[in-house]
């Protein structure tokens, strides 16, 4: 079975500092890693994602994650936020035949000015 | 090009109704997924599509809920005899094959 932890349920930032939002998954087949945003009453957004290859992935945004199989890890990264990025983030992962996604519990990012 | 579309956007019921839910895949899209949002539980899968075939239907909460999807194109949820615990945000993805999932804006349901 797969499962996705997202660390952090809230994290509050000041406009234009750095920001990490955490996501550990477990599998135990190979996996491919989603990071979605949804904005206040609006559905899922694909921001960046790993199928295979580098594993520095960059995103919309001026997002990137970066996925370390030795600590099961995709963490997203953004080096400068804006109040508009302000919304609700969720890891996802996917394996086995097709793309069902299991969902992080998600993490809410506020940006403060 | 058109994105994913659901109808209603907002549904109110009253409890022991039955409502069908809607959604309209991305053109061309042969993968269709179900999931629902909901403040207790998250994000969960409900079930998924290949044409008009659903080889997975383990998301789905009881026998209440079932799903069709006509045409490779179109597909209904129906909630059978809501219950309170049935309200929740009802979003549909479609793919390509293993491709990325698209999603709708999503259905609010309110059981009354």
């Known amino acids: 079975a797969q499962s996705v932890t997202q660390l952090d349920s809230q994290v509050p930032v000041f406009e234009e500092a750095p920001v990490e939002l955490r996501c550990n998954y477990s599998?135990?087949?190979?996996?491919?890693l989603f990071w979605y945003v949804q904005y206040p009453n609006q559905g899922l957004q694909l921001l960046l994602k790993?199928?295979?290859?580098?594993?520095l992935v960059k995103g919309i945004n001026g997002f990137e994650a970066e996925f370390n199989k030795s600590q099961t890890s995709f963490h997203l990264r953004k080096p400068s936020v804006h109040i508009s990025d302000t919304a609700e983030y969720f890891c996802?992962?996917?394996?086995?035949?097709?793309?069902?996604?299991?969902f992080g519990a998600g993490t809410r990012l506020a940006v403060h000015p | 090009g058109a994105g994913v579309s659901q109808s209603p956007s907002n549904k109110v019921t009253e409890k022991g109704k039955d409502v069908e839910l809607r959604c309209d895949p991305i053109?061309?899209?042969?993968?269709l997924y179900w999931y629902r949002q909901s403040l207790g539980q998250g994000l969960e899968f409900l079930i998924y599509?290949?044409?008009?075939?659903?080889?997975?239907k383990s998301g789905l909460p009881s026998d209440r809920f079932s799903a069709e999807r006509t045409g490779g194109s179109v597909s209904t949820l129906t909630i059978q005899r809501t219950q309170q615990e049935d309200s929740a945000v009802y979003l549909c993805?479609?793919?390509?094959?293993?491709?990325?999932?698209?999603f709708g804006p999503g259905t609010r349901l309110t059981v009354l």
């Open positions: 993805a479609s793919s390509v094959q293993r491709d990325t999932q698209y």
């Open positions: 599998s135990s087949v190979s996996v491919y």
């Open positions: 790993y199928l295979s290859g580098s594993t």
């Open positions: 996802a992962v996917s394996g086995g035949g097709y793309n069902k996604l299991i």
């Open positions: 053109s061309g899209h042969t993968a």
């Open positions: 599509f290949q044409g008009n075939s659903a080889p997975d």
